[in-house]
């Protein structure tokens, strides 16, 4: 089974450039999260869609982060324009459903973002 | 907030077993204790969970205390792939969601 993919690995852009990630989770898995990892911190959820809907995006800065999941398979965030403090691991992960309270999240390699 | 109490940080050696220690003194009763670890440049991944009884799977124990407000992850013979930052997570029930914190960073000696 393949597992959740993310692209790209690795971003380096300047301060008040806008960058897009992406992500693809494992088949039929209904839920999808982004989290934001600072260096030296556990993952920190932004934003966490069922099929294409939003459950909880309550701390995702909604003026320069957005995020989309057409047709409830692959997801994009995009920051524009980014800050300094932006500079992170962004994880996507994926699970079956959000129902159960015991689905495991099933975590992509992340892609690690540098804002210089 | 992180919901949990975890040490900094522990060192094991190589073929011991690796107890890790998690407080969460303020669990609710619909509440997991959920464990992911996660290696160096790699994203978190699963470990195991429970609710009140002791868990055992192929890749560790879980045994939470009787009041619910501690629990121990056991890793019975560490090896050196086990370095990694360790997360003891409560949530679920009603309200399924992951937080984080900074959680434990393993070290397994040769």
């Known amino acids: 089974e393949a597992g959740v993919a993310q692209s790209p690995r690795y971003k380096i852009i300047e301060k008040r450039q806008s960058v897009a990630f992406w992500c693809n989770p494992i088949s039929g898995h209904a839920t999808l999260y982004w989290y934001q990892q600072i260096l030296g911190q556990g993952p920190k959820l932004l934003i966490q869609?069922?099929?294409?809907?939003?459950?909880?995006d309550s701390q995702l800065p909604k003026d320069r982060f957005s995020a989309e999941r057409l047709k409830g398979v692959d997801s994009t965030l995009k920051i524009q324009p980014a800050k300094l403090e932006d500079s992170a691991v962004y994880l996507c992960a994926s699970s079956p459903t959000s129902t159960a309270s015991t689905d495991t999240q099933y975590f992509g390699p992340g892609t690690r973002l540098t804002v210089l | 907030d992180a919901k949990t109490t975890q040490p900094p940080s522990m060192d094991c050696a190589e073929g011991r077993a690796a107890n890790l220690p998690c407080n969460h003194s303020t669990i609710s009763g619909n509440e997991y204790v959920y464990w992911y670890r996660q290696i160096h440049s790699q994203g978190p991944q699963y470990i195991i969970h429970?609710?009140?009884n002791n868990e055992t799977n192929e890749m560790a124990s879980l045994i939470i205390t009787e009041d619910r407000k501690s629990s121990t992850l056991i890793l019975p013979h560490a090896t050196l792939r086990d370095t990694a930052v360790y997360y003891c997570?409560?949530?679920?029930?009603?309200?399924?969601?992951?937080?984080f914190g900074k959680g434990t960073l393993l070290t397994v000696n040769p």
């Open positions: 869609f069922q099929n294409n809907g939003v459950v909880d």
């Open positions: 429970g609710l009140k």
């Open positions: 997570i409560v949530g679920g029930g009603s309200n399924y969601k992951l937080t």
